[in-house]
């Protein structure tokens, strides 16, 4: 049995969202497809998700200095340990399933915000004289996008800082990723409802593909 994590970086829902409807769509086919997997959902909107701010930074620093949990203030208590329930929530998972909407060119900052929770050095990356190394190897993500204009290919290209930023990050961890994007609506909204159909068939294929995977925390 593998544990996915699902992580929804939008607030709205699969009416109002393409993403939301491409991750709802994955995730129904995957339940049908490995019913015995577990699913975790982590909405970002619904949940507490701390920022690094002086609290944390102050926190983690007396930490390595030697200081003591109990020597911290109760505020840099509370992120701290928050901060280490979503490294552990994360580091617990096989597969991961992000959905995030492209906002100004890149994710949504309650999203990189979670991924500054479990980028965290000697627990899902390390360093190495050779440089960072991945401590997740093995593990899937899927990433499900929407966006208004077209950045696979032309003139935006260089202009997309979203996936391109959640796949940095899942490399320092050594987590595969694969992406599948609808976009462009906003350029051909004549054409809005064949994109996110077909954007939903691949998010349904990539669902079967990964339901068959098996991956296993080691
Ligand atoms: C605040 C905001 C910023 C956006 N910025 C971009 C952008 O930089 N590039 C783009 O192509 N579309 C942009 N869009 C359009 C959305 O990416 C597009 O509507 C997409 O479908 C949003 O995903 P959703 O349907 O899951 O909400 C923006 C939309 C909003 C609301």
Same mark, same amino acid.
Do not use: Q, W
């Given at each position: 049995m593998s544990k996915?994590?699902?992580?929804?970086? +939008?607030?709205?829902?699969k009416e109002r969202s393409y993403s939301l409807a491409m991750?709802?769509?994955?995730?129904?086919?995957?339940?049908? +497809?490995?019913?015995?997997d577990e699913i975790v959902e982590l909405n970002l909107y619904n949940e507490y998700i701390p920022e690094i701010d002086a609290d944390v930074l102050e926190g983690w620093g007396h930490l390595?200095?030697?200081g003591t949990f109990e020597e911290l203030t109760s505020q840099q208590q509370s992120k701290l340990s928050r901060i280490?329930?979503?490294?552990e929530q994360f580091i617990a998972a096989d597969k991961y399933v992000f959905v995030s909407p492209m906002w100004n060119f890149t994710i949504p900052a309650r999203f990189k915000a979670y991924l500054d929770?479990?980028?965290?050095?000697?627990k899902t990356f390390t360093y190495t004289e050779n440089g960072p190394v991945g401590l997740m190897t093995g593990k899937k993500a899927v990433h499900l996008q929407s966006r208004g204009n077209i950045y696979s290919a032309?003139?935006?290209?260089?202009?997309? +800082?979203?996936?391109?930023?959640?796949?940095?990050?899942?490399?320092l961890m050594g987590i595969?990723?694969?992406?599948?994007?609808?976009e462009g609506h906003a350029l051909q909204p004549d054409d809005a409802d064949k994109i996110k159909q077909q954007a939903i068939e691949k998010a349904v294929l990539s669902a079967e593909q990964l339901a068959k995977e098996m991956v296993l925390n080691k």
């Open positions: 996915l994590l699902y992580v929804v970086a +939008h607030p709205l829902d991750g709802n769509s994955f995730i129904n086919t995957y339940k049908e +497809h490995s019913p015995e390595r200095s030697g280490e329930e979503l490294t929770t479990v980028l965290i050095a000697r032309g003139p935006m290209k260089e202009a997309e +800082h979203a996936d391109t930023l959640l796949k940095t990050c899942l490399d595969e990723l694969e992406t599948i994007v609808a």
